[in-house]
């Protein structure tokens, strides 16, 4: 792609997810958790902008607060256009322009999001001409979420939760998303969940079992049927996250009480997801929800997984 100033440089964009469904098991060697998890995709994107250039570096604008972030090696977004240099011999660099739409630290995989949209913008800037394959094994090694932000729709995450296979899911799901002031830390609330079942034994999750992921949510999401997947939505990470941040409680009960057919806690938190029948009750809960002052926003899933944008 070309820009009006003869610049060359390719456009990613990746989606931010909610985990309708997730049952967290045994604390493995490798400090991560067995789970079973269904993922959807939904229309909240982070846009990656890739230029040429000899060094790696990365920038942040969007619509929200991106003040603290880092822009150092540490940025997954750097971590992933250095891994597919190494991985298909690239010798040169990228200038990285990431415009953020989804909250940050705010368990909806959005640093997962840059990781693969920069992944899929490098290799069309590079030419590397990774296979999907290829490009998710990468994904898999940047973090547990990033291979499913490749891939996008419905699908169900085992092992680290990167483990996905496709789920069959009939028509539109609509959310509303209640995002916090704050980002919580995803090690952090599963090490409150460790804590929790260390003290009540009746909680932990037997060593011999694997979690899975409920008929019930596979039967919702086939049939389309909100009211059905409402009934099925589960988060083993919710409790967790609501003792670390209480006041989520009064709005998950609020956001129920004024039109949602259920709320989750999304992944690790403090996002609140909220599933709705149909666009009109997405829009009244949204208006109820901002009434309170809240910062609320419609989306909708599943959506496609990162991809290439054509500008022009
Ligand atoms: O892979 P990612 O960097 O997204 O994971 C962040 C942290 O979340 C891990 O370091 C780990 O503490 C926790 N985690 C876990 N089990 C998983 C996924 C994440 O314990 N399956």
């Not at 790696?56 to 540490?74: E, M, N, P, Y």
């Not at 499913?148 to 998303?177: C, E, M, N, Y």
């Amino acid at each position: 792609m070309t820009d009006p100033a003869g610049l060359h440089f390719a456009h990613a964009r990746a989606p931010g997810k909610i985990n309708l469904f997730l049952k967290v098991g045994q604390l493995q060697d490798d400090g991560y958790h067995e789970l079973a998890t269904a993922f959807q995709a939904v229309s909240l994107y982070e846009e990656v902008r890739a230029y040429p250039a000899d060094d790696f570096s990365v920038s942040f604008t969007g619509t929200v607060d991106t003040t603290g972030l880092s822009t150092d090696g540490s940025n997954l977004a750097i971590k992933a256009a250095r891994l597919l240099a190494r991985k298909t011999g690239y010798t040169g660099g990228v200038r990285l322009e990431v415009e953020k739409n989804v909250p940050i630290a705010g368990g909806m995989g959005g640093g997962s999001a840059d990781a693969a949209a920069t992944l899929v913008a490098c290799d069309a800037l590079w030419g590397t001409e990774a296979s999907r394959d290829e490009l998710v094994a990468m994904a898999a090694k940047l973090g547990a979420d990033v291979p499913f932000a490749l891939t996008g729709g419905t699908a169900i995450g085992t092992g680290r939760g990167d483990q996905l296979s496709p789920a069959l899911a009939k028509g539109r799901f609509h959310w509303v998303l209640a995002l916090a002031e704050f980002g919580m830390s995803t090690p952090d609330v599963y090490t409150a969940l460790d804590r929790h079942r260390e003290k009540h034994a009746q909680d932990i999750f037997p060593a011999s079992l694997q979690p899975t992921v409920d008929a019930d949510v596979l039967q919702a999401l086939r049939a389309g049927d909100p009211r059905q997947l409402a009934e099925a939505l589960r988060n083993d990470l919710q409790a967790p996250a609501l003792g670390l941040a209480p006041g989520l409680g009064s709005i998950l009960e609020l956001g129920e009480r004024v039109g949602a057919l259920a709320g989750i806690v999304s992944g690790s938190g403090p996002t609140l997801a909220f599933l709705v029948p149909d666009a009109d009750s997405a829009l009244e809960l949204q208006v109820e929800l901002s009434a309170s002052g809240l910062h609320a926003l419609r989306v909708t899933g599943p959506v496609h997984g990162a991809r290439l944008v054509q500008e022009w």
